[in-house]
């Protein structure tokens, strides 16, 4: 698979929270995205990426393997943010690996990964989110499921078909709040564009339009 990665730190804050990891040749790619508003999310985001690498880089893939990674990810932050009395640290993740003509995705929380065909995209993964009243006028979405945030872990798992042609996209919320699939799709779909220069026009386009927040993307064309 041919892969690109783009992050960018967001002006809300002081790091960039956001990890990502692309393994092209074992067709791996994971974007985790430290839950805001949450203590050190930059450590949990990158746990998540780095126990993932560990564990793809050792043993031959299965989706065991990754969600099991997943797993001791989850138990690492959980007991870290418990020494260290940092309630709600914890990450998003979502990762998808390709077998053969299969493409499994696993997500926590509301990061997203989509596939594009042709002139279609399509969101393979759920996200694990609901609305709260925060105020007369004011409605926020807030994550139910993340990395590190309870003893254990839930992990979604799919998979899905893959043809010659079809891109994944792996992106943060810091892409997904700000960009409709309308508007993913204008920009996936531009002629003349490499994958490179798509995954930095997302990016460009998520800060036009008032996206403060980080935002990360991984572009995997199944050439």
């Not at 809300?12 to 999310?41: Q, Y």
């Not at 020494?83 to 929380?109: H, P």
């Not at 993340?146 to 010659?164: E, F, M, N, Q, W």
Request: hydrophobic fraction near 40%.
């Amino acid at each position: 698979m041919q892969a690109v990665i783009f992050s960018k730190k967001g002006s809300k804050s002081d790091k960039n929270e956001d990890a990502c990891l692309s393994l092209p040749t074992r067709g791996l790619f994971v974007v985790a995205d430290g839950v805001g508003g949450g203590p050190e999310g930059d450590f949990a985001s990158r746990s998540v990426v780095e126990t993932i690498y560990e564990s793809a880089t050792s043993s031959s893939l299965t989706c065991k393997l990754i969600q099991d990674a997943i797993g001791r990810a989850n138990a690492m932050i959980y007991s870290v943010s418990q020494e260290r009395a940092l309630k709600g640290m914890a990450s998003t993740v979502v990762a998808c690996w390709r077998s053969d003509t299969q493409v499994f995705l696993f997500n926590v929380g509301d990061s997203r990964g989509y596939r594009i065909r042709g002139n279609s995209i399509q969101q393979l993964t759920k996200d694990h989110t609901r609305q709260i009243q925060k105020g007369p006028n004011v409605i926020k979405q807030v994550v139910t499921n993340a990395v590190g945030i309870r003893p254990t872990v839930d992990v979604d798992v799919t998979s899905h078909d893959l043809d010659k042609g079809d891109v994944l996209l792996l992106a943060s919320d810091g892409i997904s709040d700000e960009l409709d699939d309308e508007a993913l799709l204008a920009i996936l779909t531009a002629s003349g564009l490499s994958l490179a220069d798509k995954a930095r026009a997302l990016v460009d386009e998520s800060e036009r339009r008032g996206g403060r927040d980080d935002k990360s993307v991984i572009l995997a064309l199944n050439a």
